[in-house]
């Protein structure tokens, strides 16, 4: 059976590093004998540029028709003038409601031959190796009412936090299913001393616990689950917590691997679809000078391979193969020591994108 795959590279760094992902897809899927078709189309600034729209209805028809989605960054500053609803980020907040990409996987794993390049101690991140799984379509991102209006004379600026039920019920089972499969741990972020809706949240995940007898279960407030995150982070297997905490949180865990040019993200819906994607953003200020770090985006085809395609041989193989290429010293710009050795070489987007093709070999 052939997977259709949709190729978005949007915006900065995204149609750098998105071809050599494309590339490495493309190598696995021939190696490990599956059948993809690749198409590609416009998302974020650039389709804002040629259609007026972060999110043509081309794009989203064609997403909503793929197995997965591969999206390399939208954004920038050509377009932060432009109103709130008009700006590229819509586009990604379109195709994550559109598709109902309602769980967000993001690993905080450090590769070993990083471990100095992390902001803490070595002793403290070595075998680091937390996912964090946040909701990704409810929260106080989607909630509604929203806006700015004028009360009394002064601007007042308002958006809701709501979650029902079955929201929480659904990401919290999918969290739990991950842990099962890992070390057997989760971890419910809230903010239940405060917040109403965080205090449905954890009554909820609590009730869904009685179906995974084998998941320790245990709670945090969110303050401080981000300290913990930065003084014992191997104490964490599996986090999850809702839209605006899973985005702070998972940026916090992005510094302890020593580089957001290192982390990929997995957006799921239901079904098994998803969309992949490295969490670094656009990063203008170095796109088109060969750069960028591409094993972001290369890892986000491991996550799409094996939450999606139904290969995790080739997952598996991708993961190998980027940890050989950084245990044989090659490093991009952000990962790479400020007074290297002799052991390290610096490379650029293509010819670390080389690196890994040569090792699937």
Request: aromatic share 6%; net charge negative; charged share 20%.
């Amino acid at each position: 059976m052939t997977q259709r795959i949709l190729v978005l590279p949007g915006d900065g760094i995204g149609p750098e590093v998105v071809p050599v992902a494309v590339a490495v897809l493309e190598r696995v899927a021939d190696r490990f004998d599956f059948a993809i078709e690749l198409d590609s189309a416009l998302v974020g600034g650039k389709a804002i540029d040629e259609t007026g729209s972060p999110l043509p209805p081309e794009t989203l028809a064609k997403a909503a028709e793929s197995r997965a989605v591969l999206l390399g960054a939208v954004g920038g500053p050509a377009w932060d003038d432009l109103p709130t609803l008009e700006r590229p980020e819509r586009g990604l907040l379109g195709l994550r409601a559109g598709l109902e990409l309602f769980a967000n996987l993001r690993p905080a794993i450090l590769f070993e031959p990083l471990a100095e390049a992390s902001s803490l101690k070595s002793e403290l991140v070595a075998n680091l190796d937390i996912l964090i799984v946040r909701e990704l379509t409810g929260g106080i991102y989607f909630g509604e009412p929203r806006g700015v209006e004028v009360v009394d004379n002064e601007r007042r600026g308002f958006n809701t936090y709501v979650y029902t039920e079955h929201e929480i019920d659904r990401i919290a089972r999918v969290a739990f299913d991950l842990a099962a499969r890992r070390g057997g741990r989760l971890c419910s972020v809230d903010k239940a001393n405060v917040l109403e809706v965080t205090q449905l949240w954890r009554e909820v995940v609590s009730a869904a616990a009685n179906d995974y007898p084998q998941v320790e279960l245990g709670h945090m407030y969110v303050d401080n689950a981000a300290m913990q995150l930065v003084r014992e982070p191997k104490q964490f297997d599996v986090i999850v917590t809702g839209n605006m905490f899973g985005d702070i949180l998972s940026d916090v865990a992005a510094m302890l691997t020593g580089s957001l040019g290192m982390l990929p993200s997995a957006s799921l819906a239901a079904d098994g679809s998803g969309l992949f994607e490295p969490v670094h953003g656009s990063a203008p200020d170095i796109a088109g000078q060969d750069k960028a770090n591409p094993l972001a985006t290369i890892l986000s085809v491991a996550m799409m391979c094996r939450y999606s395609l139904d290969a995790p041989d080739a997952a598996d193989a991708i993961e190998t193969a980027v940890h050989q290429v950084l245990a044989a010293g090659f490093r991009t710009a952000d990962i790479c020591p400020v007074s290297p050795g002799s052991d390290i070489q610096r490379v650029g987007t293509e010819a670390m994108g080389r690196c890994v093709l040569e090792l699937l070999e």
